[in-house]
């Protein structure tokens, strides 16, 4: 079983930047595609971007441009790095895994979430 433990959401002003990091437990990392969803308050949770096996990404409409994800198989981490941030964007932010999944946009594809991180964007 993956455990996923997200950091390094925090609050932002917009126009501003942060950097979300999603560490897996897994020593088979590399098989896994990764993800990341976000949800705001009194919403659905909806797709961000995710990372195939093989480095391929896909973002939502809504952050291309912005976001980048990003994967260290060596270090068993992936990271979402977030430029240009707008008030839009706060949520609170997971990351999911997706055993020898070819990286989705659809939510139940993925098995196993974290427990997410907040990111606050203030105008």
């Known amino acids: 079983q993956v455990q996923l433990v997200e950091s390094g959401g925090g609050s932002a002003q917009a126009g501003g930047s942060l950097r979300l990091s999603c560490a897996a437990s897994?020593?088979?990392?590399?098989?896994?595609?990764i993800a990341w969803f976000r949800q705001a308050p009194g919403k659905e949770r909806i797709f961000v971007a995710t990372?195939?096996?093989?480095?391929?990404?896909l973002y939502a409409d809504s952050v291309k441009g912005r976001f980048t994800i990003s994967r260290d198989n060596a270090r068993n981490t992936v990271y979402l790095q977030m430029n240009s941030l707008k008030p839009e964007d706060t949520a609170l932010y997971y990351c999911?895994?997706?055993?020898?999944?070819?990286?989705?946009?659809?939510?139940?594809?993925?098995?196993?979430w974290g427990q997410g991180t907040q990111v606050t964007v203030s105008s």
């Open positions: 999911a895994a997706d055993q020898n999944g070819p990286g989705s946009s659809e939510l139940g594809s993925y098995e196993y």
């Open positions: 897994e020593r088979t990392f590399s098989n896994y595609a």
């Open positions: 990372i195939s096996r093989r480095g391929n990404t």
